[in-house]
C-alpha cells in the first residue's frame, strides 16, 4: 500500500469475542498496511466506540454474548445518518444460508466466513473501503455544489431585486446552474401563455459547445413540454431515442443536427402552475445523477420565482402608469372645458400606456357621423385621417 494513500488511514473497528480471531485479523490487516485499527472483545462498549471512532469499516462477529451481531447492527443503523454509508461486514462460522440473509437483511454489506481467508478478507476490505471513499467524496460534492448552487442564486435573485430585469437574472441562472452541473448547454424556457410553446430566454454554452438549437418549442413537445404537462423533472440519456418524448418531424430534425441529446428538464412551477422550464442539454449517453437534479431544481424554482415576481411587477406598475394617466386627465377636465384639449391630452395618455404608434379620439355627432378630436402617436402623421366618418366604417364599426 503506498505511503499516504486514503486506505493507510482508514479506521477500522473489529469487534470479536474470540481474541485469536481479533489477532489473526489485526496481523493480516497490519501488514498490508492498514494502521488505524481499533480492536475490542467486548460487544458492550461497540456502540459508544462506534460513536467515538465514526469508522470507516466495522467487522463484526455474529455471535457473541449480548449484544450480539444483529442487535449491534440494528444499534449502528440507529447511530448512522441516512446520507452516510458505513459498510459492515459480518464474520461468522455459520455457514448456513439463514445466518447469511439474516445479517444482510439487517444491514451487512458482506459476510466473510471462518476460517478466514487471508486473500478473501484483504479484497473485501478494499473494495468495501473503495466503496466507502467513493460514497464520502460524492457527499462532499454534492455539499460544495449547493454551497455555490446558494451563492448564485442569492447573487442572482440580489440582481433581479435591484434591476428588475428577467433576462438577465435567466442568464444568470443558466451561466451558473450550467457550471455547476458540467453541462455542455443551458437553457432558460418561459411558457408562452397564448399558445403554451416554450420560448428560450436565455441560453449559456460551454465555450466549445454549440447552442442549443431548439429556442421555441411547441406546446408538450421534447423533454420542456414533458415537464410542463407532468409537473416533474424529466431525464433522458438520448432524446431522439426515447419513445416517451414527442417530438414533431421539424423538432427532430434540429436535434438530429446537434450532439446534445442527452437531457434534463426542471419544471419552473408557482404554487403547483408551470411557467416555465431549465433545461440541461449534453452530449448522448450522458445520464443526469439525482444529486444534480436536486441542485437543478434549486435552481428552477429560484427562476419560477423570479418571473412570478416580474408578472406581478409589471402588472403593479402597468397599474400605477394607469393611475396616474388617469389623475392628469381628471385634472385636465378640472382647468378646461376645451374638448379638443382634453381630447389631446386622452390622446397622450393612452399613447403612452400602450405604447401605441397611433392613437385617435373621435366624438358621435347628433347626424351618426365620428369627428375626428384629436390624434397622437409615432406614425400619427404618416396616416391620412378623414375629419368624420360613418359609424358603419372601419375598426369603430366593431364598437357601434
Known amino acids: 500500500m503506498a505511503s499516504g494513500s486514503p486506505f493507510e488511514s482508514a479506521r477500522i473497528l473489529i469487534v470479536d469475542d474470540e481474541a485469536a480471531n481479533i489477532a489473526l485479523l489485526e496481523s493480516v490487516l497490519r501488514r498490508a498496511g492498514y494502521r488505524s485499527l481499533h480492536t475490542t472483545e467486548d460487544s458492550g462498549t461497540v456502540p459508544a466506540l462506534y460513536a467515538e471512532l465514526a469508522p470507516d469499516l466495522v467487522l463484526l462477529d455474529l455471535h457473541m454474548p ?20 458505513v459498510p459492515v461486514v459480518i464474520l461468522t462460522a455459520d455457514a448456513t444460508t439463514g445466518a447469511t440473509q439474516r445479517a444482510l437483511a ?33 457527499h462532499e460534492r454534492a455539499r460544495v455544489a449547493t454551497e455555490q448552487a446558494g451563492q448564485a442564486l442569492s447573487s442572482a435573485m440580489a440582481d433581479f431585486v435591484l434591476r428588475r430585469d428577467i433576462a438577465a437574472v435567466a442568464d444568470r441562472i443558466a451561466a451558473s446552474v450550467r457550471t455547476l452541473i458540467q453541462a455542455k448547454t443551458a437553457v432558460v424556457y418561459r411558457v408562452e401563455p397564448d399558445t403554451g410553446d416554450l420560448v428560450a430566454l436565455a441560453v449559456c454554452a460551454r465555450g466549445d459547445a454549440v447552442e442549443h438549437p431548439v429556442l421555441r418549442s411547441p406546446a408538450g413537445s421534447g423533454v420542456g413540454g414533458r415537464a410542463v404537462r407532468t409537473g416533474r423533472p424529466v431525464t433522458t440519456p438520448d432524446v431522439l431515442a426515447d419513445p416517451a418524448i414527442e417530438l414533431p418531424d421539424d423538432l427532430r430534425a434540429q436535434i438530429a443536427d446537434t450532439p446534445l441529446r442527452a437531457a434534463m428538464a426542471l419544471p419552473m412551477a408557482i404554487q403547483g402552475h408551470v411557467v416555465g422550464t431549465l433545461a440541461l442539454f449534453d452530449e448522448a449517453g450522458r445520464a443526469f445523477t439525482p444529486e444534480e437534479m436536486t441542485v437543478a431544481q434549486a435552481f428552477a424554482d429560484q427562476a419560477a420565482v423570479a418571473l412570478e415576481m416580474t408578472r406581478i411587477y409589471d402588472e403593479t406598475e402597468q397599474g400605477r402608469q394607469v393611475a396616474e394617466k388617469l389623475a392628469l386627465v381628471a385634472k385636465g377636465l378640472t382647468e378646461t372645458l376645451d374638448v379638443e384639449a382634453i381630447g389631446q391630452q386622452v390622446v397622450a395618455a393612452t399613447t403612452s400606456l400602450f405604447q ?17 378630436v384629436a390624434v397622437g402617436g409615432p406614425s400619427s402623421h404618416t396616416m391620412d385621417l378623414p375629419d368624420d366618418m360613418p359609424t358603419g366604417m372601419g375598426v369603430p364599426a366593431l364598437v357601434l
Open 356 to 372: 401605441a404608434q397611433t392613437c385617435t379620439l373621435r366624438l358621435l355627432r347628433e347626424d351618426g357621423r365620428l369627428q375626428l
Open 66 to 85: 449480548h449484544p450480539n451481531g444483529i442487535e449491534l447492527l440494528e444499534a449502528f443503523r440507529a447511530q448512522t445518518p441516512a446520507s452516510d454509508y
Open 106 to 138: 439487517a444491514g451487512a454489506r458482506d459476510v466473510i466466513h471462518k476460517p478466514f481467508d487471508v486473500q478473501e478478507v484483504l479484497l473485501r476490505v478494499r473494495n468495501l473501503l473503495e466503496t466507502r471513499f467513493y460514497h464520502r467524496a460524492l
